[in-house]
């Protein structure tokens, strides 16, 4: 007898086949991944949703266009259409849909469904943003890898239905397939303890084919999906969309892929991550070079987010990637050292200079406050690959955000560790004048081996009111007028897909 995926390769075989007589036959519907929502404006959102039948090879779509329908309502039980309407996709974006959704009313709900042919997908919460509204709710995400915990941490998002996800990457990680069970290895002198609870689905991803793939499996999580389906996202990536601690055109091991080989997976990861959120610009493609918008600017009532993006345009890491690397080193001196690039840090700065906003939002991949691992007097010793790898540019900001701009806040992930940090006029001096807060979302999923190096050198680092690496979580943000609530929600097991979360600590600015 043919299996299910059998019977599609099959039927899939036959000519002239739409979707439709593919999801009739194999009684599949192709909605696998869910929907997404983002990039909410004050009169637009977009919506997002990929047609795959067979979504770890390949998405098992026919060759060619398929069309797919939407519909917008006003109100949860779907009652007042808002608006219907039909879009194309095709193979050659992975039958992956954007619509832009445009003619909207700020700070309003709308919920939104896809289908094609007689297959539905879920239904989608999205939310415009508005600078008149009075509060936001805005969660901080990161860093969720697939092996290393379950998704819980999104289904408890999910319930709180913010108004906005702000996600800043390492939504996909590139390693390839672990060992399940508990590991334990030595990081720096001690025995350090995980879990693998569940495996990637192929060897270290590298090819167009590989990254979609890899989108799908983590894409085929319930609870990112429920995530994705309460609330509009914002996204930057980090490092593991495509390699760790790539910057610009180097990846981390430029010994073991040559200048080619990293542009044309760069090429890659950039197509899929673009096919797979719901932003609304796809890569710009020049030969072998590609680039993709993802810095911009959003107002959640009394906050405005800078979604930063410090990878395209970094300069490799100073002084090796080594952690912790050595302050001592001249080279971290240099005033060219950038993890924006000139243009991107002119944008910021004039935005800072002229916003009105209560709050004023870096969401910034890397930590930005300092971390030293090491005892004063001796010069620091710290994490290349953050912001304090890049101390000339980091001072440049800290001056302008200190000039009259109202309450900074710089929301961060990679580092797989919950803090909350002051930023200091003169950063490694607790001493000097108080400038903005630095809260650090832990990893949805991912380990922190560091979390004990962390702990040991909290006493260093005076500006720090909270570190904690060995939890796994996100932090809801309540933001009025005058007070910046974050709370640091946990995993209470991220063996269990269906674990249980708390809350850890409430940080609000006005008692920091
Ligand atoms: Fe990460």
Redesign the pocket.
Known sequence: MLSRRDSLLALMALPLLTPRDVFAAAGVNPFTLGVASGTPRADSVILWTRLAVDPLRGGGMPRGRAEVRWTVWQDAEQRRVFREGRTWTSDADAHSVHVTLDGLQPGREYWYQFSVGDAQSAVGRTRTSSAADRAAKLALA??N?WESGHFAAYADMADWSPDCVIHV??YI?EGGIGRLGVNTRKVGGRDVTSETVRLHNSPEIKSLWDYRNRYALYKSDPSLQAAHAAAPWIVAM???EIDNNWAGDIPEDPDQQTLLEFKVRKLAALKAYYEHMPIDRPPAINGLEASLPMYGAFRFGPALVHLLDTRQFRSDQPCGQGFPGDASCDAMNDPALTMTGGEQERWLLDSLKRSDAAFNVLASQTWFAPYRYNAPPEAPKVNMDQWDGYGVQRQRIIDALADGVSNPVVLS??W?AAAAMLIHQRPFDARSARVGHNFCGT?VS?NCPWAGALDDAKSFNPHVDYVDGTKRGYIRSTVGSGDWVATYRTVDSPADPASRCSTAIEMRTRDL
Do not use: Q, T
Request: glycine share 14%; hydrophobic share 5%; net charge negative.
């Open positions: 990161s860093c890898a990457g390492d990680y980090d490092d593991h992930g990679d797989h990893s991912s």
